[in-house]
Structures are given as C-alpha cells and as structure tokens.
C-alpha cells in the first residue's frame, strides 16, 4: 500500500527556519512534490524532486533522499502570510496519481 | 498565465439529486485529476485521464463517473448524491515530461449536499 508521514503541526516565529518532513512507503517513486494550502483555498504547487539532494526556489527549499524515503520543505525569513497547511506528495510513476500525505498545519507568529 | 478553471465555484444539491462539475485544465497539459477533499482533510484522489483516455482510478464510488472530451475539458458527474458527499472537488493538471511533477490546481468546487 501507499502511506505518507507528516508531522500534524509545526509552530514558528517570524524570520526564523522552519522545516517539514515526509516520510513515505509507495510501491514506486517518480517523485516528490510540495504543496501550500490556505484555508479555503486551492493547494498551490512549490517545489518537487526527482533525484535526491536539494532545490531550492526562494525562500523554499525542497530535499530528498531516496535511500531512506524521505523529504523534507524548508521555508526559510517566514513570513505571517506563510501561515497555512503544506502537503507532501508521492508519484509513483508516470501518468499515475500523485498520493497526498495528511498535511502539516503551520502557525508562523509575531 | 492561464490557471485550471472549474465550475461552478458552488453547488448545493438535495440528497439523490445529480451534480456535474466541470474542469478546463491549462493548454498543453496531458494529464487531469479529480481529487475530493473534507474539511481537514488531505485531497483524495478520485480518477485521472491522461491524454483523454481513463489513466488512473482512486477512492471513487460507483456512483461517480467521469471523462475527459476531445477539447480535453472534463466532467464529474455524481448520482444519488448522500449527505457524505459534500466536500471540496478539486481539478487539477499537470505538463508533460520534464514538468510531470508539478500539479496545478483550480480553484475547486464547493459542494453541499442537504
């Protein structure tokens, strides 16, 4: 079967470092990817890796290491509009679905 | 840029009642995706159609149904609708190849089943 990890909650103040780990167990692996969503809204596409080491875009940077199953998002300088529950999520091969890990809610405060 | 659109944005529909959702995914992109998601809950993946042909089927009931038409806009259509059927519906695609990873959202639909 398919399951993914994520912390429920992650806290941080303004400015600082936070990141967010996923752990995953899928039959196949194409890739990982990482999603914001506010509340309301539409999940929004961030970051994704394929190979393991890492990207970065922005203030958000992306990890993987394939050996271990396992990524991490790293959002660095947070910002309160930053504020909102990010997603993991596995591909496990092309022109499958992408499986959603449960997501983890982030609370950046003043 | 041109972003997934969908519609309605609301729906609200009476138990056994029928609701079509309707999805126009961004030009060039060769795979759509159905996803339902319940309040604090991650998106579930319901069905995916790549280059219009059924790819891919999740967690859907057999009361859903869904295609992808030959202008690649596609439909969900959901039958004797139950009150656990109100959720947010989201469309999505993604680009071919190198970009296969990325998965781009509409906006979603919003549907309440009373």
């Known amino acids: 079967g398919q399951s993914l990890e994520q912390p429920s909650e992650v806290t941080a103040v303004e400015g600082a470092i936070v990141q967010i780990n996923c752990t995953y167990q899928t039959s196949g692996f194409y890739g990982l990817s990482w999603y914001q969503q506010h509340d309301g809204g539409a999940p929004t596409f961030l970051s994704y890796n394929a190979l393991d080491g890492l990207e970065e875009t922005g203030r958000f940077s992306s990890f993987l290491s394939r050996s271990d199953s396992y990524g991490y998002l790293l959002l660095q300088e947070l910002q309160m509009k930053d504020s909102a529950s990010y997603f993991c999520a596995v591909r496990e091969d092309y022109g499958q679905n992408f499986v959603f890990g449960p997501g983890t809610r982030l609370s950046v405060l003043p | 840029a041109a972003g997934v659109i969908q519609s309605p944005r609301h729906l609200i529909k009476e138990k056994r009642e029928t609701a079509t959702l309707k999805c126009y995914p961004i030009p060039r992109h060769d795979t759509v995706y159905w996803y339902q998601q319940g309040p604090g809950q991650d998106p579930q993946f319901l069905i995916s159609?790549?280059?219009?042909?059924?790819?891919d089927k999740g967690s859907i009931p057999d009361r859903f149904s869904a295609q992808q038409f030959s202008d690649y806009h596609s439909e969900l259509n959901m039958s004797s609708l139950e009150l656990g059927d109100s959720a947010l519906y989201f469309c999505?695609?993604?680009?071919?190849?190198?970009?296969?990873?990325?998965?781009?959202f509409g906006n979603g639909t919003r549907l309440t089943v009373t």
């Open positions: 999505a695609s993604s680009p071919p190849r190198d970009r296969g990873m990325e998965l781009h």
């Open positions: 159609f790549y280059e219009k042909m059924q790819s």
